[in-house]
């Protein structure tokens, strides 16, 4: 087969010999082999350094490199104002998740808080001294030290920053009893901390106050109205009475209802001085009593006196044509033990209850629920018939803090001179710093994410 190929390919050129022509092609033959293997390694060295590259690691940072980088960052933190105000943690308010859904932030429980209080009685100057627990020589501080926790979200801690910044050129008051006046004054001393409030008017008694906070024209009141209605009260600052109160159900006090057009937000509450003897009077006439025997007057009991309070409340702020926004703060709680602050009642708890180990007393269930009643049939038809009402509902959370009062502590160093010396006891107001301060949160949170909790 070999030999006639070759005289196949002989017979092709007839200008060569048969020895020539293999001799020819065993070079050919050569040469093509020696081509074709350096492609071969010139292919396989290209592909080794390909691979290599791509296996090569990136280079090192070098330090100049590096504070190249950072130098934008720096820059921008040289340029800001050392003016500018420290933002409060966390920076803004956010309670819910990205759907909105709905947390009821007054359920919860009081958790550890090593942070601690965000104020003290030497960094805030408006401490009455019945509740400068720490001036007057309570030995304890663990209530400092705790926080609410609603069950399902997490509650911010005031920012006075921004409510400051909320608050430029509005108006606010706290109206309702000495309660109120214990709130506002939590408000003041964490407002403090960022610009101290200027005291622009008091009362003769000093229970009605007014500031002002000069660098955001913000005014700041409380309106000492313990019953919202027209009373005549003969009782001194010690609770000492003379003589039974006369309370008009159907006249409201004209102490903070001639203020309202002029307020663009309120905290406004009834409360505990509608447990105290009164004689009721509604169209111009008696008509019942509260807890006066011997007077030949119909028992109606403080039920109805204070629902037809709060519906005249209610009423008044839904028909008026001044539309502020209201929080409408349930009861307070009391933590008296064997005994009232007459009879040697005492609270001596030093760390707060966990849930289901107190419950609440029936008189405060029975307040309590006619509040929210009453709420809610004002609030049914929304706020498109008058002012935005808000509820503040700090009932159970404040039920669950008995270590947060005064004590004997309402006075100052009570035990110096004796030991056992008996003092009046105060299981009601709240410590400054103390949980009421948590109070202030919640207030904040409805401001800021309010329109969620409708």
Sequence with gaps: MVKEMRSEYSSSNPFSSPSSFHKH???????????????????????SIRYISVLKPPPVETEQESEETETPVSSFLAQTPSSLPPIDFPATNITQDSENVKCDI???????????????????LDIESHQNCMKNGRPDSAYFYWRWNPRDCELPKFNAHRFLALMRNKSWAFIGDSISRNHVQSLLCLLSQVEQAVEVYHDKEYRSKRWLFPSHNFTLSVIWTPFLVEAAIFEDMNGVSTSEIQLYLDKL???????????????I?????????AIYHENDTVSGCHNCPGKNLTEVGLEHAYRNVLRLVFNFIKGSDHKASVFFRTTTPDHFENGEWFSGGYCNRTVPFKE????????????????????????????????????????LLSLLRPDGHPGPYRQFQPFAKDQNAEVQTDCLHWCLPGPIDSWNDLVME?????KIYQ
């Excluded at 071969?40 to 290209?46: E, G, H, V, Y």
């Excluded at 009081?110 to 960094?123: A, H, K, Q």
């Excluded at 006090?253 to 905290?267: A, F, I, P, S």
């Excluded at 509450?269 to 003897?277: A, C, R, V, Y």
Aim: charged share 25%; aromatic share 12%.
């Design 25 to 47: 092609n065993h070079v050919f033959v050569k040469f093509a082999v020696s081509l074709l293997l350096m492609g071969l390694a010139f292919r396989l060295f290209s592909d």
């Design 106 to 124: 007054f359920t919860g429980e009081w958790v550890p808080d090593p942070s601690g209080p965000r104020y003290t009685n030497e960094s805030c």
């Design 253 to 267: 006090d004209k102490t903070w209802t001639d203020q309202y057009n002029n307020l663009d937000y309120v905290v």
């Design 269 to 277: 509450s009834g409360g505990k001085w509608f447990l105290k003897t």
């Design 356 to 395: 289901g180990e107190v419950d609440m007393r029936d008189v405060d269930t029975m307040m309590r629920n006619i509040e929210l009643e009453e709420f809610e049939k004002a609030s049914a038809n929304g706020p498109e018939e008058g002012a935005r009402l808000t509820l503040l509902d700090t009932t």
């Design 446 to 450: 409805l401001l800021i994410n309010g």
